[in-house]
């Protein structure tokens, strides 16, 4: 990094938008190229630990910004526009440090905000639920994992993950955050998707990886209080962000290829496109949805802060009423991010579809990264909650 790059730890925690937007327009020199090579974005992973952002969710008091959700998910939106797979590992970092909040003990908490302060951690992610594939053993009383683990997201670079397993007999999950480098524990370098090609999102396994007691987030763990249930509200929310900010940097792209390159139809009477009452209609449309997914997004981040900051008091009618504000926007910035990345290339025209362009890659990127849940069971929450009056209830997923 460059020695006049700015850093928290250098400006006292008070530059975080600049940091921001710097590291913005470092990652778009190179986004194209990176989205043909996939593999480990290693050097902009670097960037985000010596930049101080990954601790924005930590405490002052242990040595991060304290930042608020809606400031976090703010630069989880600005990153999307240009490289949605850097998004997706620095939103996943707050994640992670959510469910060592939400999950464990205030000394946890506090250990490993330090840890990851005071050596730049970055967090992976081999938690997924969906998958069961990971089971617990004993033996003399020992802990041991072993399996296998899907969709880790961040796994590879990660200096410490967040995992699950499941035990027999017992229906919650085992939660656990352990170092990379752990004995039998292998990272696997196999996400080749069409989109979100640096999420490192393979596969891990685990060969009798030992699991020590300090290290189980089971006080109060998953669903163990109202407040640990909001963990999926925020992987809910930084899913919205990201949608909305890829749906955002392709309209961006649009506009500046339409006016520069597309050339107005031969019959539309027209000199300029930016006259071309067809592609006005198109970009007044276009515009349209963003305002509204734009204020409904920043809303359902405002309501997740609210609940964040009442702590333990938080009622179940609270956390419903958050879980419907998430689930809307996830709707709205699924639906208008697909309408979006479709049809910018009604506006820019034939020779926008060069494949050196890859102009494409919001596309693959949104079209990947919304299949991660089916936002039919969104609508499902949202028609239960408009027709009913029913909050939804927790679970690991929702």
């Known amino acids: 990094m460059s020695a006049t790059f700015p850093t928290l730890e250098k400006t006292n925690r008070t530059n975080v938008s600049e940091i921001a937007e710097h590291l913005a327009g470092t990652f778009a020199q190179t986004a194209v190229e990176r989205d043909k090579q996939g593999g480990t974005a290693k050097h902009e992973r670097d960037l985000l630990r010596e930049s101080g952002l990954l601790n924005l969710l930590i405490p002052r008091e242990d040595g991060g910004f304290g930042a608020e959700w809606p400031e976090i998910l703010r630069i989880v939106r600005l990153f999307a526009r240009v490289d949605s797979s850097l998004a997706h590992l620095f939103g996943f970092q707050h994640l992670m440090l959510a469910t060592i909040q939400l999950f464990g003990t205030e000394e946890q908490r506090q250990s490993y905000f330090r840890e990851t302060v005071r050596h730049s951690w970055f967090w992976g992610n081999a938690l997924n639920p969906l998958d069961t594939k990971t089971v617990v053993s004993q033996n003399d009383g020992q802990i041991f994992i072993n399996g296998r683990k899907g969709f880790c997201s961040g796994a590879t670079d990660a200096d410490a993950l967040i995992i699950s397993a499941t035990e027999p007999g017992n229906p919650r999950l085992l939660i656990a955050a352990v170092p990379t480098p752990r004995e039998g524990l292998i990272v696997q370098n196999d996400w080749d998707n069409i989109g979100q090609r640096q999420t490192d999102s393979g596969t891990v396994d685990f060969f009798d990886v030992p699991i020590y007691e300090p290290e189980l987030l089971r006080s109060p763990g998953p669903l163990g209080s109202v407040r640990a249930s909001l963990r999926p509200c925020i992987a809910q929310i930084i899913f919205a962000n990201i949608f909305l900010g890829i749906a955002e940097g392709a309209f961006a792209e649009a506009r500046n290829y339409t006016l520069a390159q597309t050339r107005p139809w031969l019959t539309s009477g027209v000199e300029s496109p930016s006259q071309d009452p067809y592609l006005l209609h198109h970009y007044g449309d276009l515009f349209a949805q963003l305002q509204g997914a734009r204020l409904l997004t920043d809303r359902a981040a405002d309501s997740l802060q609210r609940a964040w900051e009442s702590g333990e008091s938080i009622t179940e009618n609270f956390r419903g009423r958050v879980a419907i504000d998430v689930a809307t926007a996830k709707v709205a910035t699924t639906k208008t991010g ?34 991660h849940d089916p936002v039919d069971y969104k609508l499902k929450e949202l028609g239960d909650w408009a027709l009913n009056s029913r909050i939804p209830t927790p679970t690991f997923y929702s």
């Open 338 to 371: 697909l309408d979006v990345v479709n049809r910018i290339f009604e506006v820019m025209g034939s020779r926008s579809t060069t494949a050196a362009a890859r102009l494409d890659r919001y596309w693959r990127n949104l079209r990947t990264q919304t299949l």
